[in-house]
């Protein structure tokens, strides 16, 4: 099997407790250098491949909490654009919106507060990825998380079954599957 995956990590799959024939990443990060010869991994942006890429033809398109961080519904629409077009199947995964506490900074509720709110406590939350005491930086961090919904999902893959994963029972997260 072809894998194109939008968004992961050489060592998400170097990990993983399955191996595909071949397995392509693309990421905005620069990759490791030394990678087995199964695995790929280019630095692109997957809302807008380049021709390299975009003519290569995968058995499934695999994206693991991507869609989102790239920005806003049309930049959702080109990523979703781009996992269809890349392949005839795939597995997109998004945290789902509603869901308490928000996967990112592990704070309860901090995706339904006004932005100054959660920029203030990304300043002081000791549970952030990348902390920073710094307004400007603490805002953009949390301007760049937008949690998708199930119609939102809905709509970008209208052809995918979705499945939910729970965790006590919610909805956790929203994955689109096809194929």
């Known amino acids: ?28 990060e620069e990759p490791p250098a030394d990678l087995p010869s199964w695995l790929r991994a280019d630095v692109a942006d997957a809302c807008d491949l ?8 995968y058995d499934l398109v695999f994206s693991n909490a991507v869609i989102e961080h790239v920005g806003g519904h049309q930049r959702r629409q080109r990523f979703a654009d781009t996992v269809h077009e890349m392949a005839d199947r795939h597995w997109v995964q998004t945290p789902y919106r509603y869901f308490p506490v ?33 307004r400007d930086a603490a805002r953009m961090i949390a301007m760049e ?35």
Do not use: C
């Open 50 to 57: 380049p021709p390299a890429i975009r003519g290569t033809r």
């Open 102 to 134: 928000e996967p990112h900074f592990l704070f309860p509720g901090f995706q339904f507060l006004p932005l100054a709110a959660r920029t203030t406590i990304l300043r002081r939350w000791p549970l952030v990825h990348t902390p920073t005491s710094d």
């Open 145 to 179: 998380v937008e949690l998708l919904s199930v119609t939102e999902m809905r709509h970008y893959f209208p052809k995918s079954r979705l499945h939910f994963e729970r965790l006590a029972g919610l909805v956790k997260s929203v994955i689109a599957i096809r194929g």
């Open 1 to 28: 099997m072809r894998v194109l995956d939008l968004g992961g990590t050489a060592g998400a799959w170097l990990r993983a407790p399955v191996r595909p024939a071949h397995v392509h990443i693309v990421n905005l």
